[in-house]
């Protein structure tokens, strides 16, 4: 069976995904960042069209339940820009939503990660091709088991990856000892996100060993210092033998965040002189590949 990544346009060959931004979002809404709300089809058009424009052929939004997806215009912005979409199911930290919402979807979040892995979200066709979730900062709070155990039990029933957010790129021990341990999702199905906002290389590596991707997502928020960081960190990685296991995002989180196109046109030269050609095609073309495809589910839906 060919590997395929759920796109809002349908599966695809992973082949075909080309060139990835591997972490970022065109739409995002949360009560943290009031007034600072990526909500703008146009602008998400235009952000879309200048990656394109340096050779992007695929964007995965982090972007998950409840805050603002922007479900109802993924599709028709990954056809006018010609650029692979791929939308998030999963639930991020408590703090991103209403407590009431959190009530009335707790007890059923399994089943709405799935639905919106394999039917649509909302009341659109598109599905989602990955679970999102959170840690907290140095641990794994109740939220985030609750949230984790039901985004394991959606991986098992259809074999999508599992994205996860790191709170300040802390906690993957905890996260992979949840995740991997005790609800048995393979490593290789787990995408950390964050490991660079904490420069611990040694904490990156035991996460490398451990067999999870690790999403490095330069430019985010003014006083995250993540791309002097880049070449360093991804070069070390990269030499103890994890070059297979590194992704690359923007990260867009709020409208001034430079985010996809300066991916492409700014870090990728600097990290292609230090990694050089072939790490920096694996990190942007084959690893996401194999990050984001389906596997055959451990058991049906």
């Known amino acids: 069976m060919v590997a395929a990544v759920r796109t809002v346009l349908g599966d695809i060959p992973a082949g075909e995904l080309g060139v990835c931004d591997a972490h970022d979002h065109l739409f995002l809404r949360s009560p943290v960042l009031p007034g600072r709300e990526l909500d703008d089809p146009v602008a998400a058009a235009g952000r879309l069209r200048a990656f394109h424009g340096f050779g992007g052929r695929s964007v995965v939004q982090w972007t998950p339940y409840g805050m603002g997806r922007g479900a109802q215009v993924l599709a028709e912005l990954s056809r006018s820009t010609g650029t692979h979409v791929v939308a998030a199911t999963g639930l991020h930290q408590a703090v991103h939503y209403p ?11 399994a089943s709405l990660f799935v639905s919106e892995l394999t039917e649509g979200i909302g009341s659109t ?21 609750l949230t984790m155990t039901a985004a394991a039990e959606a991986h098992h029933r259809t074999g999508a990856p599992i994205a996860v957010h790191l709170e300040l790129g802390t906690a993957a021990p905890d996260v992979l000892d949840l995740l991997c341990g005790t609800l048995g999702v393979p490593a290789h199905r787990v995408i950390l ?4 906002r904490s420069p611990d290389g040694a904490a990156q590596r035991e996460a490398a060993r451990a067999g999870a991707f690790l999403a490095f997502d ?66 942007l073309v084959t690893n996401p590949a194999r990050a984001f495809a389906f596997e055959e589910p451990a058991r049906a839906a």
Do not use: N, Y
């Open 125 to 145: 066709s598109v599905r989602a091709g990955l679970i999102k979730v959170a840690g907290a900062f140095h641990t794994v709070d109740a939220h985030a088991r």
């Open 99 to 109: 407590a009431g919402l959190l009530e009335r979807i707790r007890g059923c979040l």
């Open 218 to 283: 330069g430019p985010s928020r003014a006083h995250h210092a993540t791309d002097w960081r880049l070449p360093e960190e991804l070069a070390a990685l990269a030499g103890a033998g994890f070059g297979g296991q590194l992704l690359l995002g923007g990260d867009t989180t709020v409208p001034e965040t430079p985010g996809m196109p300066h991916l492409l046109h700014r870090l990728r030269p600097r990290l292609t002189e230090v990694l050089g050609a072939d790490t920096m095609e694996a990190v």
């Open 193 to 196: 996100g964050h490991p660079g």
